[in-house]
T-cell receptor, first 114, second 113 residues
């Protein structure tokens, strides 16, 4: 059973702090990893993708991938109240034929306190 | 312009009824998806179509039947609704089947009473 696990939280950090969100996955052959942000009552929005071991930075966001440990994380620097949302970790898997699909974790709820 | 749109946004109905949700994307993408998100925020794929052809069909009760009249539209029909069907249903699209980047619609909140 392919699984993606996240701490559901809630995770609270003060404004300006670094928020650290973690995700582990069970399928060793997974090659693609994504972070989606979902505001309450809204749809998921892709914010980061990472395919290689190491760090990938985009503005205040850094995704980190360690395939040996089957671990992917998202760091949010200088957290803002507007970052308060649920963050969904997703792992890309190859489905039937050439189709790709995403397996999602249950999300971590982040609250940034002003 | 709305990239992926769904109708209706809210749907309240009684057990045993049949209902449909419609999805349209104007991104020119070939591949569309239906996801179900339960009350614990767990988002799970149900179906995927590529250019009107079903390519992903997860373990979903056969009361759920997707239909794709063309590559820009993907509808979901649900027969004999049950309480456990209450959830938010998201439509999504991607450029092609091998693309992981998916763009989600606003969701349809289905409540079965």
């Amino acid at each position: 059973q392919k699984e993606v696990e996240q701490n559901s939280g809630p995770l609270s950090v003060p404004e300006g702090a670094i928020a650290s969100l973690n995700c582990t996955y069970s399928d060793r052959v997974s090659q693609s990893f994504f972070w989606y942000r979902q505001y309450s009552g809204k749809s998921p929005e892709l914010i980061m993708s990472i395919y290689s071991n190491g760090d990938k930075e985009d503005g205040r966001f850094t995704a980190q991938l360690n395939k040996a440990s089957q671990y992917v994380s998202l760091l949010i620097r200088d957290s803002q109240p507007s970052d308060s949302a649920t963050y969904l970790c997703a792992v890309g898997v190859i489905s039937s034929g050439s189709a790709r699909q995403l397996t999602f974790g249950s999300g971590t709820q982040l609250t940034v306190l002003p | 312009d709305t990239a992926v749109s769904q109708t209706p946004k809210y749907l309240v109905t009684q057990m045993g009824n049949d209902k449909s949700i419609k999805c349209e994307q104007n991104l020119g993408h070939d591949t569309m998806y239906w996801y179900k998100q339960d009350s614990k925020k767990f988002l799970k794929i149900m179906f995927s179509y590529n250019n009107k052809e079903l390519i992903i069909n997860e373990t979903v009760p056969n009361r759920f039947s997707p239909k794709s009249p063309d590559k820009a539209h993907l509808n979901l029909h649900i027969n004999s609704l049950e309480l456990g069907d209450s959830a938010v249903y998201f439509c999504a699209s991607s450029q092609e089947p091998r693309a992981y980047e998916q763009y989600f619609g606003p969701g349809t909140r289905l409540t079965v009473t």
